[in-house]
């Protein structure tokens, strides 16, 4: 959807965020661009944009790195990241240690989430984050199920994850109309602080993103049923993050049970909005694991290849784990101390005298140095499915 502009407009009226290389505008012609005042080299950085919203999959979150909320730097050290992303290491005694041992902040409502810093840790549980508004620690156990974040959080991990980061849009956005100033319209505030969402994105409503090929190609019925659906889903989500809200906790202390809030933020008008908006205009942020770097051969800092040759060997078995829970390498991998079930051709079934049949598709280990082989390696990582090792915050 190019953006709404209901006259022809000179470029001078619209220039905002300009920089040292361009100046960022709108025309009709062209709709929103970017202009350049000068030459630019090949290479160079011409700006740095913080995204408004970053949401890392739970099904990421739960079997790979362990990386700050806010910012996904990695948390620990290369022993604990390969035991993690090995699956020896659970996710919650991974954050366990990584506070004790490696400085990470925990989440001060008990949810379970770490940081790499206070600092990080503040903006999310405050403004601008909001998590203070969502989040389950300080839930009470007895009647945990009813309560209105734990039945916001299960309906959207039931249907749509991506719930959960429109349910962040609006608490970010409930902090910073409160916290704008004491006086003033309610809902001059409110579309203010919802303005940074909306009205600079593409933002057509979810149900109409997806059904689009569908009502192109004709299929009207089901496209019709599929955006019910979807309406029906942003209704039920928002009605939810409403009671969590007013419901007794910190929110109603901001939002006041009023028309205003519901009519503007907390319907499945706004909802599929959001949605909709992620759907336009979101990519896919992958972070580089320090652990790649180990195997790959790119040693950061205090790193020798010495260190770095004895932490593949005392950690063999958890790095080969990780490339293949990454699908870097998969069944093809057989461990020269254990029975793999393959029949190695000398007639009694099993698999223990000629290993190395078990790897003819990719045979990235040297079984003789406990070393990887770098060309294979990027061989593995050209095929693979992610570009990267191993399992990395996948960000929405």
């Known amino acids: 959807m190019s953006p709404s502009i209901s006259s022809p407009a000179t470029t001078s009226e619209y220039k905002v ?58 948390l620990g050290g290369p022993e604990l990241l390969a035991g993690t992303c090995s699956g020896k290491i659970g996710r919650a005694e991974g954050i366990e240690l990584a506070v004790a041992e490696h400085g990470a902040v925990p989440c001060r ?51 749509n994850e991506i719930f959960l980061a429109v349910g962040d849009v609006a608490s970010a956005i409930v902090l910073a109309a409160c916290g704008a100033r004491p006086s003033g319209d309610t809902r001059e505030k409110i579309r203010a602080a919802a303005a940074p969402f909306l009205d600079d994105l593409l933002s057509t409503p979810w149900w109409d993103v997806v059904t689009e090929p569908l009502a192109a190609a004709n299929k009207i019925n089901e496209a019709r049923e599929l955006g019910a659906t979807l309406l029906r889903l942003c209704r039920e989500s928002s009605d939810l993050m409403w009671e969590v809200m007013v419901g007794g906790d910190i929110g109603d202390e901001l939002v006041p049970e009023d028309d205003v809030w519901r009519e503007e933020i907390f319907n499945a008008t706004f909802w599929g909005r959001i949605v909709g908006a992620f759907e336009l205009n979101a990519i896919g942020v992958r972070v580089k694991s320090p652990l790649g770097g180990l195997v790959m051969g790119d040693l950061g800092d205090g790193w020798t290849a010495d260190k770095a040759r004895r932490f593949r060997e005392e950690h063999h078995h958890d790095i080969v784990e990780c490339l293949t829970r990454s699908e870097l390498i998969g069944d093809e991998y057989c461990d020269e101390d254990e029975d793999c079930g393959c029949d190695d051709g000398d007639g009694d079934g099993d698999g223990d005298e000629d290993e190395e049949d078990c790897n003819s598709d990719v045979d990235i280990v040297n079984e003789d140095r406990l070393e990887f082989s770098l060309e294979d390696i990027d061989a593995a990582l050209v095929s693979a499915r992610r570009s990267v090792l191993p399992h990395v915050p996948d960000d929405f």
């Open 109 to 159: 409502g008990g949810c379970g989430e770490a940081y790499c810093s206070p600092s990080c840790e503040d903006r999310v549980w405050s403004s601008p984050g909001g998590h203070c508004l969502s989040c389950t620690g300080r839930v009470p156990e007895e009647g945990a199920a009813n309560h209105p974040r734990v039945r916001f959080r299960v309906h959207a991990l039931e249907t």
């Open 17 to 74: 965020g300009s920089g040292p290389y361009h100046t960022r505008e709108i025309s009709p012609r062209r709709g929103r661009h970017l202009l350049a005042t000068r030459p630019i080299k090949s290479g160079t950085t011409i700006f740095v944009e913080r995204p408004l919203v970053l949401h890392r999959s739970v099904g990421n979150a739960a079997g790979g790195d362990l990386a700050c909320r806010k910012c996904r730097s990695h």
